[in-house]
């Protein structure tokens, strides 16, 4: 191999080679083509680990694995065909999430330097939190149909994975997604939550029935369709949909009725919502076709099914078929056990292309094909076997330099699907950038600002929903600052007692400042609390990294506490002293600011065009977040461009 050939590299850089160890996360499509760039090579200890099997749609890439893989575990298989490249390789592989708490800080500390071939933000922030916290440097990668990215994360150099807010993954009020669809995504996303609640695992946080909670339905709004709907259904809305669409036997017609015609009229009746929007209408099954004499879409070539937009007649049949199958499919699992959408699994793919056509239709919205659909449900973007390919000799490449400590070399590389104005594909660059100090993570004490309705958040939603998955902590402990009230523990059972309260009622509100903690990342976060009333279409928090702007908004309080001072002093007795220093009751009072008529003043940090720019990776983690459903939405497929192959032009700058 390269470096057991004399002369093929610099004796320093073949020795440190031969003797370093490495560690790969993730063996798909990246993670294959490093691990096969690194044998060949010549590194002789290399460890890999990757939670996945092999799927048949990997084959097309991820070329360490053929026909005979499919189900095991990539990172074995991984490793087992690479060791045909070179036997005289030390492979470790593990087929293991490194989310598990045996990956641990000391862990990472057995590397020389650790290469990410991750397809989730989730993951790649977890690595990123545990190389800083191992002092070792992270080789980062990501690619997104014709585009790829390479960059170093090292401690203090360069800036860390989340220095930089990535661009917020688009998010849709659960109220939108229940009550008010207006774009064919909402339909979708609709669509994908009422495969999980009659198939899949059941989540309070996607419920596809009317939301009679919705602010803006107040007052009497489906008052009377309640009425009518307990009358007519007796306890049907007692059970879990799962439950009553078991008892009727899946039967097509009852659920098409329930979520297309009763829930509809249910929705109606919430009369307010319409005075402003089109109403929806209730559609029943069998209605528009006679569903037997519609032509069968399934018969119809794959392209053309995938392509054409199904009539009422064909999304019912698909509806009804699909239904059908997967009932068939949920009958072979153990009990307990549920089915898992996947864009790739005919039936579930065809059961929400379905369902979204039809409630498109009955709120007139425009209605998508089957491909479409898959594309925005699946999130896909088509992965290249060449930006794969490209991607991963620049991971060696920056190996190589982080090998011989030439970090200054190491600016991040770029991969484009078409030159830009200097004639570049490979684009690199300038400088490195240097670590945010406002950076929540990496920063010396890191803090933020969360902007929480702490009237209706509870400390479980707090903990799932910001700490774990938005702040990407894995088991946090929370403590309020000052008071040692331990609000969550990772310590199992510990505080259950605490998780149905709001956060209101185990005061924290606002101003109040809470210690997180997270012992597997080694990580210690200050939350500085800002109380805000969340409308109906608000995100119900928001994650405010850089501390200055809170400055900015405690003086402009200062400023308006001083005008009130002063005005307060002219027209009646002198006002308290106290009211234009920082605090007069000590540190904790000066952040306990109120925000209310200062929106304007808070300017959430966002991705700027540039740095989104710089922000390519695909990242899948599509789950719901603050009761918002993200999906994101610019995931289309890439127009191919054969022509793009020939553009390769390598910078020398
Ligand atoms: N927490 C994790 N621990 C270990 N491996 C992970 C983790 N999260 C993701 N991975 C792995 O990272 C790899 C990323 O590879 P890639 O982007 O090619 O995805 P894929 O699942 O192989 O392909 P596709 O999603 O396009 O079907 C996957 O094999 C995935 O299993
Ligand atoms: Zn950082």
Aim: hydrophobic share 35%; aromatic share 6%.
């Amino acid at each position: 191999m390269a470096a057991e050939i004399d002369g093929f590299f610099r004796d320093d850089l073949r020795e440190k080679i031969l003797t370093s160890k490495l560690l790969v996360v993730g063996a798909g499509g990246i993670g294959c083509e490093v691990l096969k760039n690194l044998v060949m090579c010549g590194f002789k200890n290399i460890e890999i680990i990757d939670l996945d099997t092999i799927d048949v749609s990997n084959l097309n890439r991820q070329f360490l694995f053929h026909k005979e893989h499919v189900g095991k575990s990539k990172a074995m298989v991984a490793r087992e065909t690479a060791l045909k490249f070179n036997p005289n390789v030390e492979i470790k592989a593990y087929h293991d999430s490194i989310f598990n708490t045996d990956y641990g800080v000391s862990f990472f500390q057995r590397f020389t330097m650790v290469l990410n071939a991750l397809d989730n933000r989730a993951a790649r922030n977890h690595v990123n939190r545990m190389c800083l916290n191992a002092k070792i440097p992270l080789i980062e990668s990501g690619t997104a149909g014709y585009n790829g990215q390479v960059e170093l994360i090292e401690r203090g150099v360069t800036q860390c994975y989340e220095c930089t807010p990535k661009a917020a993954q688009k998010t849709f009020p659960g109220c939108t997604i229940r009550n008010t669809p207006s774009e064919p995504v909402h339909c979708i996303v609709w669509a994908k939550h009422l495969f999980n609640q009659l198939f899949g695992e059941d989540n309070a946080d996607e419920d596809v029935s009317p939301d009679t909670a919705d602010p803006e339905a107040a007052g009497d709004a489906g008052k009377d369709a309640m009425e009518v709907d307990s009358n007519e259904k007796g306890n049907i809305e007692r059970v879990s949909t799962k439950q009553w669409a078991q008892n009727c036997d899946y039967m097509p017609e009852k659920l098409f009725n329930k979520f297309f015609s009763d829930d509809i009229n249910y929705l109606l009746s919430m009369s307010n919502l319409w005075k402003t929007r089109t109403p929806p209408k209730p559609m029943r099954y069998g209605e528009h076709d006679v569903i037997s004499e519609v032509e069968d879409v399934s018969s119809t070539t794959g392209v053309m099914r995938d392509q054409k937009i199904w009539t009422v007649g064909e999304c019912q049949k698909v509806f009804a078929e699909s239904i059908s199958n997967l009932k068939e499919q949920a009958s072979k699992l153990k009990e307990d056990d549920h089915l898992v959408w996947d864009k790739d699994d005919k039936d579930a793919m065809d059961f929400v292309a379905a369902c979204a056509n039809i409630r498109s239709m009955i709120f007139s919205i425009p209605q998508k094909s089957r491909f479409d659909i898959k594309s925005m449900a699946g999130n896909i973007i088509p992965a290249i076997a060449t930006t794969n390919a490209i991607t991963s000799g620049f991971v060696v490449l920056h190996a190589f330099k982080v090998l011989e400590k030439k970090f200054e070399q190491c600016q991040s590389v770029y991969i484009r699907s078409q030159v830009n104005a200097r004639n570049q594909i490979f684009v690199p660059e300038k400088i490195i950038t240097p670590p945010n100090p406002n950076c929540y993570v990496c920063a010396a004490k890191p803090e933020l600002i969360l902007k929480v309705d702490t009237d209706v958040i509870t400390v479980r939603e707090f903990r799932d929903d910001i700490l774990i998955k938005e702040m990407n902590m894995v088991n946090p402990d929370v403590m309020i600052d000052g008071k040692g009230i331990i609000v969550i523990s990772s310590e199992e059972g510990e505080t259950e007692c605490n998780e149905e309260k709001l956060l209101k009622e185990m005061q924290i509100v606002d101003g109040c400042i809470l210690k997180a903690e997270d012992f597997f990342q080694n990580y210690e976060l200050t939350i500085t609390i800002v109380h805000k009333k969340a409308e109906r279409e608000d995100a119900k928090f928001e994650i405010i990294a850089d501390k200055n702007i809170l400055k900015t908004a405690e003086s402009v309080e200062e400023l308006k506490k001083q005008k009130t001072a002063e005005a307060a002093s002219q027209s009646q007795e002198p006002g308290p002293s106290g009211l234009n220093g920082s605090s007069s009751n000590g540190g904790e009072s000066s952040k306990n600011v109120a925000y209310e008529s200062d929106e304007d003043d808070l300017v959430l940090v966002e991705e700027t065009p540039a740095s989104a720019e710089k922000r390519k990776h695909i990242d899948e983690d599509e789950s719901p977040s603050c009761k918002r459903v993200k999906i994101d939405e610019s995931e289309k497929p890439a127009t191919l461009n054969d022509e793009d192959d020939d553009l390769i032009c390598i910078d020398d700058d």
